[in-house]
């Protein structure tokens, strides 16, 4: 069974850092496109970045953009979300996905598979 398991996620403050890991179990994403996504209380949940199959392609939301880098380990199926400059709202759950096929994507649509997720939170 294909499983996405998200960790990482914690309490850190204002100006911290924190980087989120989610091994993929049961299906070969390394031939896939793969993304974060996130949901703050009361919110939709929203696009965060994404990472087609070879790594060399990445998407940011404008609102993460130069603070948050995505990256995979193709050797270890992982997918790593590396937050840097945490601001109070940051603070949200964080869902790690894997996407139909081997681009990444905006649009949540566009994924078949979805982690539980991993609580965020920043403190001011």
């Known amino acids: 069974q294909e499983q996405l398991v998200e960790s990482g996620g914690g309490l850190v403050p204002a100006g911290g850092a924190l980087t989120l890991s989610c091994p993929g179990s049961?299906?070969?994403?390394?031939?896939?496109?793969m993304g974060w996504f996130r949901q703050a209380p009361g919110k939709e949940r929203e696009f965060v970045a994404a990472?087609?199959?070879?790594?060399?392609?990445?998407y940011y939301a404008d609102s993460v953009k130069g603070r948050f880098v995505i990256s995979r380990d193709i050797a270890k199926n992982t997918v790593f979300l590396q937050m840097n400059s945490l601001k109070p709202e940051d603070t949200a759950v964080y869902y790690c996905?894997?996407?139909?096929?081997?681009?990444?994507?905006?649009?949540?649509?566009?994924?078949?598979?979805w982690g539980q997720g991993t609580q965020v939170t920043v403190s001011s």
């Open positions: 996905a894997g996407a139909k096929d081997y681009s990444g994507s905006y649009y949540s649509s566009d994924y078949a598979y």
């Open positions: 049961g299906r070969t994403f390394t031939s896939y496109g």
């Open positions: 990472i087609n199959w070879s790594g060399g392609t990445t």
